[in-house]
């Protein structure tokens, strides 16, 4: 399995750098968010800082406003004169004017020196205020102090009813360098605050008035608006009494300008996010497809690289733009050598460069033969080869007629064995005629051998009988003898004609099991005196229909061959096996030897009649052995022996029962 087998160092370069890929933008990512997070909690903080800071310096802002209310109040108090304490009405003008100024003051009071109250305005006056003698009861304490001290004291803060605090500032009024009285004023806290808090401050904050204990003693809030962070406190002094400001700021909507920009860094993270998603699917997708066009290129290209099937790409031009190994190995020219290059090519045959730029231009023209051409080229080696050609177009991915491919099969040696073939045809026939002749030749000179002798002595008698003047009565009868010879001669010559022309009619059932031995046993001095080992192996014993005599010389020939093949053998090695076999109705006969071998040079004219590389050889023997196997309807073929020597095969049809 792929998962299974060694990655190669290629892969793993590629497999790494993919992963780093993948992680760089992740990491850019993760330091994206990270950096926007840190720029949006740094620029809320300095936001935070800076509304902090703004807070001090309001609060302080108030603080000090307050305290010159306060200021502006006692000395306006401590400017009450004769005319304005005189009655109750000019009192009540006089204080309705000081009310006007926004003082926070809710009530003014006029003491006399003994610290009774003369005037108040307005009269209802606190119940904690006025004793049973009509006496400031709670004021009492700074109505002393403000009198010895002769400077304007402030009362601590007290309740008044349940929910509001209020304090006095108690001035000491003089004339001529004499007290006349101290002129009272009550603040309300809560007044105060309502009074002197500009809206802007109050928009902002919750300001409170805090006691020494802690307890919110007056507040200036808005009930709606909540608060979110921590305030800030201020002594709150005059009046003293460990009074203390307190402001707290409401909850701040975010500058829209901070919130569009951080709402737009979150979407351009989800973005981003998406973005990198939808990439890394379309390249996971986009891998499976390279992957899968990689399995396919390879196995496209192992079953290109294993045809024998030479492949030749060209464009319309007539330049090559692809070639397959095969076609590399058919030509000797390597891909890199052959692509690009325009006609002639250098694999076109010498002898036939018109023939094959005529073809090459006609396949061009969309005019070449459509069942295919063949064709004469060139190796690299300088070796002719003969291919057959198909041309077809090539036609791309968008349909359009690019070029044209052609598959090329070498054919040089079905060339050569048809050429074998033919030669082989013509010596068969002149090999038919010698055999035939020869066996004529035999026949004739032994069956007219005794015709010719009888004749010659029957014409020597007349002769003689004639000299010797015999009657010719006489000499008759040896001339009718002669001519009877002579008759007998003419019979010969017909039936040795008629014979070589019917050689079939002398065909019978044979053994050749029985003629291997009959022939061995000729064979048997030589053998043994060349300490040859035979092996028989009738793994089968055909019967087949020939000539006994015919076939036995042929097989002691191919034994004689065999045992002179093996002179130089070493003795240990020489053999010869025999091996008798069948199939599909043919009879296989094999002769092995150890033997020198048949070189390539020689292959050819080993049938050739009178081809020898013997001495005292004839070099008929393996025509008349081809010349009579065929004339069973058999085949006698060799091959080199894999263990060194060579191999002879009789193919003969076995006799139909
Ligand atoms: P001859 O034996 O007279 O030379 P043949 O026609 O029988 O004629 O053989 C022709 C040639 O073929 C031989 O000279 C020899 O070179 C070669 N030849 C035949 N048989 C064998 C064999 N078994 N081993 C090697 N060469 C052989």
């Known amino acids: 399995m792929a998962s299974s087998t060694p990655s190669s160092p290629g892969e793993r370069i590629s497999r790494w750098r993919w992963r780093w890929l993948w992680i760089l933008p992740r990491l850019a990512f993760i330091l994206f968010v990270g950096g926007v997070a840190l720029l949006l909690w740094t620029s809320d903080r300095a936001d935070k800082e800076e509304r902090h800071a703004t807070l001090i310096s309001d609060i302080l802002w108030l603080e000090q406003n307050l305290r010159f209310h306060l200021t502006r109040n006692e000395e306006l108090l401590g400017r009450i004169d004769q005319a304005h304490t005189a009655n109750a009405a000019a009192f009540e003008s006089y204080a309705h004017t000081l009310f006007g100024y926004e003082s926070g003051l ?68 003089s004339r001529e360098g004499r007290i006349v009285g101290v002129a009272v004023g009550v603040y309300r806290i809560r007044d105060l605050l309502s009074d002197s808090v500009p809206w802007w401050l109050a928009e902002r904050y919750r300001i409170s008035v805090i006691g020494d204990s802690g307890k919110v003693l007056g507040t200036r809030s808005k009930v709606e608006s909540t608060v979110t962070e921590e305030g800030y406190q201020v002594a709150f002094d005059p009046p003293g009494w460990g009074l203390a400001l307190h402001a707290v700021p409401y909850h701040a909507p975010r500058p829209l300008a901070s919130l569009l920009l951080s709402g737009s860094l979150v979407i351009l993270a989800i973005i981003v996010l998406w973005s990198l998603w939808i990439l890394r699917r379309h390249v996971l997708r986009r891998q499976a497809v390279e992957e899968q066009l990689r399995q396919e290129h390879a196995f496209r290209k192992a079953m290109e690289d294993s045809l024998d099937t030479g492949m030749r790409a060209r464009n319309l031009d007539g330049e090559i733009i692809y070639v397959n190994p095969a076609f590399c190995r058919m030509v000797g020219w390597s891909a890199a050598e052959l692509i690009g290059r325009r006609p002639p090519m250098p694999y076109w045959a010498d002898d036939y460069l018109d023939e094959t730029r005529a073809l090459h231009d006609s396949v061009l023209a969309g005019e070449g033969p459509g069942e295919g051409f063949e064709l004469k080229l060139k190796r690299r080696n300088g070796e002719t080869i003969d291919v057959l050609i198909h041309e077809a177009p090539l036609i791309d991915a968008r349909g359009r007629h690019s070029g044209w491919m052609g598959s090329m099969v070498d054919i040089t040696e079905r060339k050569q064995a048809e050429e074998r073939a033919r030669q082989q045809q013509d010596r068969l026939q002149s090999t038919a005629r010698l055999v035939a002749m020869g066996e004529m030749a035999s026949s004739i000179a032994h069956e007219l051998n005794q015709p010719l002798a009888a004749i010659s002595s029957y014409c020597t008698g007349a002769a003689n009988l004639l000299r010797s003047d015999t009657p010719a009565a006489e000499v008759l009868p ?44 000729l064979m048997e001095v030589d053998i043994r005196q060349n300490g040859i080992r035979v092996v028989l192996d009738f793994q089968a014993r055909p019967l087949v229909e020939g000539d006994p005599v015919l076939l036995e010389q042929a097989l002691f020939n191919l034994f004689r061959n065999a045992v002179e093949s093996m002179r130089d053998t070493a003795p240990d090695q020489r053999q010869i096996g025999i091996t008798l076999t069948c199939a599909d109705r043919y009879a296989l006969l094999t002769i092995a030897d150890r033997g020198c071998g048949i070189a390539a040079n020689v292959a050819d004219k080993l049938f050739d009649p009178l081809f020898t590389t013997k001495t005292e050889g004839m070099g008929m023997g393996l025509a008349i052995c081809r010349s009579v196997v065929e004339n069973h309807r058999g085949r006698l073929s060799f091959e080199p022996n894999p263990g060194g020597g060579t191999v002879f095969r009789i193919l003969l049809p076995m006799a139909s029962q």
């Open 106 to 173: 809710r009530q003014l009071i006029w003491l006399s020196t003994d610290g009774t109250v003369r005037l108040a305005h307005p009269a209802a006056m606190d119940p904690s205020l006025v004793g049973d003698a009509g006496e400031a009861v709670p004021s009492r304490q700074s109505f002393g102090l403000a009198r010895s001290l002769a400077k304007p004291v402030y009362s601590k803060a007290y309740p008044y009813f349940t929910n509001d605090w209020q304090f006095e500032v108690h001035v000491p009024v």
């Open 478 to 521: 040896a001339l009718d003898k002669a001519v009877e010879q002579a008759r007998r001669a003419g019979q010969v010559i017909r039936r040795v004609y008629g014979l070589a022309r019917h050689s079939e009619d002398r065909f019978e059932l044979i053994r050749l099991e029985e003629r291997i031995d009959d022939a061995l046993a």
